[in-house]
């Protein structure tokens, strides 16, 4: 393997990566014996744990969308609500994410709670909320968080899960994993270590 200038350069940073540790948090108990039929009861049981550790910004999440030639991106946002319809965020039709959505309805949320070594990925297809629902979530906003949103432009969007995976990590790197996936009108879980 050759290097040149450049890749000499990197090589402080690239052995400080190497050498920091991962998964530092303290994972909470978790009884797998109990786990809920439904993936949003345990959604909210580790969301509401995590603002109670003092998790900052629990319901902020990273939304994955694809771009027209197929290229992943991805944005932080904040979770704006979970019902039957779906895990609901809201933005900008003529944003990045709004013409993404646009072109490939589909897109992934990923919450990381680094301090209990846990995340929880969501994904599935997108919809759009009604616009009385994206108009009355603008209404919500401050006003200075209002302002500069062209009419109409402000969209609620719902990601309609297909399967939400709850991880919970390990120092010894036998990761804990509880898959749901919709099958029907309900969900089927599994649970593996690995």
Not at 93 to 115: H, M, T, Y
């Amino acid at each position: 393997m050759t290097f040149d200038d450049q890749d000499r350069e990197l090589l402080p940073l690239n052995d400080w990566l190497r050498g920091r540790h991962a998964l530092t948090g303290v994972a909470p108990e978790w009884d797998l014996d109990a786990v809920p039929a439904e993936p949003t009861e345990l959604f909210r049981e580790w969301l509401l744990r995590a603002d109670a550790d003092g998790v900052a910004e629990p319901h902020a999440a990273t939304l994955a969308t694809v771009d027209a030639a197929g290229v992943p991106d991805a944005r932080t946002l904040i979770l704006k609500g979970i019902d039957a319809g779906g895990w609901a965020f809201a933005s900008t039709r003529s944003s990045r994410k709004g013409a993404q959505l646009a072109d490939s309805p589909a897109a992934a949320l990923n919450f990381w709670w680094q301090p209990q070594v846990r995340a929880v990925r969501v994904r599935g297809r997108v919809e759009e909320a009604t616009a009385e629902e994206s108009a009355a979530d603008l209404a919500a906003r401050s006003v200075a968080a209002q302002a500069g949103v062209a009419a109409g432009d402000w969209v609620r969007w719902r990601v309609i899960p297909s399967r939400i995976e709850f991880w919970q990590g390990s120092r010894d790197r036998r990761h804990t994993r509880v898959v749901y996936e919709s099958v029907g009108d309900g969900w089927r879980h599994s649970v593996a270590r690995d």
